[in-house]
């Protein structure tokens, strides 16, 4: 798998150190990743526009994402796009140790589609998904963080609804994350 991604700061200085960087005030960024077997052919590809703002103690974030598989492999769909809002308002003053609080709304439809109409009762022609939860760093650690949220499907396609734990619709997640 190869990738990068190309960003810019128009509103703020990229070259400071680690210790003093200036918070972002808007950045865009275009990814692009080539996936492929030893033998260099391809199994997929993805490209992937964002861009996020901060003001204070909020932020916001955009992402809108292209995928495409290659049907010889057996892939049932060719191509995935989605996209998601982000909304995060950080309680730094609130709590004792870095704290911010988050909700999505995201989007995703797969082609060719797994069904052919709305609404039918196995499944929707996309998922779209509600989410909202918190993140805090354990005890002020840069590497070590504790995250929790709460996923609601507001319509689910038939492949979605089939994967483990999904009968309940709203779903609960914790993480440990470790960020080197």
Not at 58 to 77: M, P, T, V
């Amino acid at each position: 798998l190869l990738g990068g991604r190309f960003g810019i700061t128009p509103f703020s200085d990229p070259f400071s150190l680690k210790s003093v960087q200036q918070a972002k005030t808007f950045e865009m960024g275009v990814s692009y990743f080539y996936d492929a077997q030893s033998s260099w052919k391809k199994n997929e590809t993805g490209l992937a526009v964002d861009s996020e703002v901060h003001l204070n103690h909020w932020s916001g974030k955009f992402e809108y994402l292209l995928r495409k598989k290659d049907l010889a492999l057996g892939a049932i769909a060719n191509e995935l796009r989605g996209w998601h809002v982000t909304q995060e308002y950080g309680l730094d003053e609130a709590m004792p140790w870095p704290t911010t609080l988050f909700a999505r709304y995201e989007q995703c439809a797969i082609s060719p589609a797994e069904i052919a109409a709305l609404g039918a009762g196995e499944g929707d022609a996309h998922d779209v998904r509600a989410t909202v939860g918190f993140s805090t760093n354990v005890k002020k650690s840069d590497v070590v963080q504790l995250k929790f949220e709460v996923q609601h499907y507001l319509s689910a396609t038939p492949t979605t609804r089939s994967l483990p734990g999904f009968g309940h619709n709203i779903l609960w997640f914790t993480q440990l994350v470790v960020a080197l």
